[in-house]
C-alpha cells in the first residue's frame, strides 16, 4: 500500500534540500549581496528620495531571483539527480509513491522559498532602507513571485522527467536562468534596450513587469494588470505543456 505525504517526508525532503547549498546560495546569499553591491553604484548626487526610489527599484528585481533559483534550479537538479540514481523507482519499492513524494519536495521548496523571502525582506528593510510599499503593492508582490515560482516548479519537474539526466537537466535550467535574467531586465540592461523581437519575448514573462513595472505603484497609484496576468496564462500554458509532454514521456 502506498504512504501518503506526512510532515516526516516534508522533513526528509528538506533534508535532502539542506545537502544542496546551491539553492541556499543563488536563492538567499546572492540577492541579498548583488542588491548591496549594486546599491553601492547608484550615484551620490542624486537626492535621498531619488536613491531610495533606485534602491527599491534593485530590489524588486532581485526579488525574483530567489524563486528562479530555488524553484527552476534547485528543483531540478535535486530532482534529475534523483531520477538518475533510481531513487524515485526505489521509494515506490518501500510504499512511496509519486503522491508521497512530489508534495512533499513540493512543500519543502515552498517552505525554503518563504524563508529566504523572509530573509531578503529583513535584510532590505534594516540594511538597505528600500522606500515602505503600500499593502497593495506588497501584496502583489507576495503573490506574484509564489506564482512564479510555482509555474518554475512545475517547469523543473517536467523538465526533469523528459530529460532523465542531472547533466542535460543541470544544463538547461542554468541556461533559462541567465537567458531569462538578460531579458527581464536583471543583469542591468533595461527590457526596452533589447532588441525589438527580444522585447516581444521578454513581455511574454511575469518577471519582466515585477522587474519594470512594479516601482511605479509601488507606494501609491494605479496599473494596468491585464498584460501581466496574460504573461502568466501564457508561462503556466508552457509549463502545463512541459508537464503533458513528460508525462507521455514516462508512459
Not at 89 to 114: Q, S
Not at 173 to 184: D, H
Not at 228 to 240: D, E, L, R, Y
Request: proline share 4%.
Amino acid at each position: 500500500m502506498m504512504k501518503k505525504c506526512s510532515l516526516s517526508m516534508v522533513l526528509y525532503e528538506l533534508r535532502n534540500i539542506n545537502g544542496n547549498l546551491m539553492p541556499h546560495f543563488f536563492g538567499i546569499v546572492f540577492p541579498n549581496l548583488m542588491c548591496l553591491l549594486i546599491a553601492q553604484t547608484v550615484g551620490s548626487e542624486m537626492t535621498e528620495e531619488m536613491r531610495r526610489e533606485a534602491v527599491t527599484s534593485i530590489m524588486l528585481t532581485m526579488t525574483l531571483v530567489i524563486p528562479m533559483a530555488i524553484m527552476l534550479i534547485g528543483y531540478g537538479a535535486l530532482y534529475a539527480l534523483e531520477i538518475e540514481k533510481g531513487i524515485p523507482l526505489r521509494m515506490r519499492l518501500y510504499g512511496f509513491g509519486e503522491k508521497c513524494e512530489v508534495p512533499a519536495k513540493i512543500a519543502a521548496h515552498f517552505i525554503l522559498m518563504t524563508a529566504a523571502l523572509l530573509i531578503f525582506g529583513g535584510f532590505q528593510a534594516v540594511v538597505m532602507k528600500v522606500q515602505k510599499p503600500s499593502a497593495f503593492a506588497l501584496i502583489c508582490l507576495v503573490v506574484s513571485l509564489y506564482l512564479i515560482g510555482g509555474i518554475f516548479l512545475v517547469i523543473a519537474h517536467a523538465l526533469a522527467n523528459i530529460l532523465k539526466k542531472f547533466s542535460l537537466t543541470f544544463g538547461v535550467v542554468m541556461c533559462l536562468y541567465f537567458c531569462m535574467m538578460i531579458l527581464t531586465g536583471m543583469m542591468g540592461m533595461r527590457t526596452e534596450q533589447l532588441p525589438m523581437a527580444l522585447q516581444k519575448v521578454a513581455r511574454a514573462l511575469p518577471m519582466t513587469y515585477v522587474s519594470n513595472d512594479f516601482i511605479d505603484f509601488w507606494q501609491s497609484g494605479s496599473y494596468n494588470f491585464m498584460p501581466f496576468v496574460q504573461s502568466f496564462i501564457f508561462m503556466g500554458a508552457i509549463a502545463g505543456i512541459l508537464l503533458f509532454l513528460s508525462g507521455i514521456r514516462d508512459g
